[in-house]
């Protein structure tokens, strides 16, 4: 059955760096894009970015300077860093599977759109001095 | 960036009684290049992770009961709840996969009135 897990520090202090990793278990890891999604308590959900098993990513511009998204593909994991973390970062972290729907060239190169389409449980972060 | 507005923030709505929210984008998020709407919907029940209910603005994820509909194209769109059920208290998010970043709406949540 496939599964989502994801594990990391709960609790960091301003400045310091958030670290999360999630394991890909009883499914294939290639042929699906990796994400991390975000939600402060009470409020939506917010998309930080993506990795394929490839290696390339994609982040939301305004968390660009602070994100890096890997993957180890030998361990069927990927992992979120977030650097210099204020009490603005604070949030339930997701990592979620996304399934491709379409695949497409555009502009000198191939691009894809991929949907949520199984999640992680959640890993809530909290940001305090 | 892609901006989603969703309407309303929240409706209570009697049991079997019909539920509609509604979902507005910035700009279409209608491919001319196939002719589809890149839209989803996600259903959130409280201390659970989303839950992927249709894409493609109107296609339904396998296993999700047929009560659950999404409609529209362009800018406009809406997931309707034919029959509302007591497990399907939630709140309800629409996003966009058309451009990057991919951006969700506020969210609507659902109550048994």
């Known amino acids: 059955q496939f599964q989502l897990q994801q594990w990391g520090a709960g609790l960091l202090k301003p400045s310091e760096t958030l670290s999360l990793t999630c394991g890909v278990f009883g499914a294939s890891f290639s042929g699906y894009y990796w994400n991390w999604i975000r939600q402060p308590p009470g409020k939506g959900l917010e998309w930080i970015g993506e990795i394929d098993p490839s290696g390339s990513t994609d982040y939301t511009p305004s968390l660009k300077s602070r994100v890096t998204i890997s993957v180890d593909t030998s361990k069927n994991q990927f992992s979120l860093r977030l650097s210099s973390v204020t009490a603005a970062d604070t949030a339930v972290y997701y990592c979620?599977?996304?399934?491709?729907?379409?695949?497409?060239?555009?502009?000198?190169?191939?691009?894809?759109?991929?949907?949520?389409?199984?999640w992680g449980q959640g890993a809530l972060v909290t940001v305090s001095s | 960036d892609i901006v989603m507005t969703q309407s309303p923030d929240s409706l209570a709505v009697s049991l079997g009684e019909r539920a509609t929210i509604n979902c507005k984008s910035s700009?279409?998020?209608?491919?001319?290049?196939?002719?589809?709407?890149?839209l989803t919907w996600y259903q959130q029940k409280p201390g659970q992770p989303p839950k992927l209910l249709i894409y493609w603005a109107s296609t339904r994820e396998s296993g999700v009961p047929d009560r659950f509909s999404g409609s529209g194209s362009g800018t406009d769109f809406t997931l309707t709840i034919s029959s509302l059920q007591a497990e399907d208290v939630a709140v309800y998010y629409c996003?966009?996969?058309?451009?990057?970043?991919?951006?969700f709406g506020g969210g609507t949540k659902v109550e048994i009135k």
């Open positions: 979620a599977r996304g399934r491709r729907v379409a695949y497409y060239y555009d502009n000198g190169g191939y691009r894809h759109r991929a949907i949520f389409d199984f």
């Open positions: 996003q966009q996969y058309y451009s990057t970043p991919l951006t």
């Open positions: 700009q279409s998020v209608l491919s001319s290049s196939n002719n589809r709407n890149y």
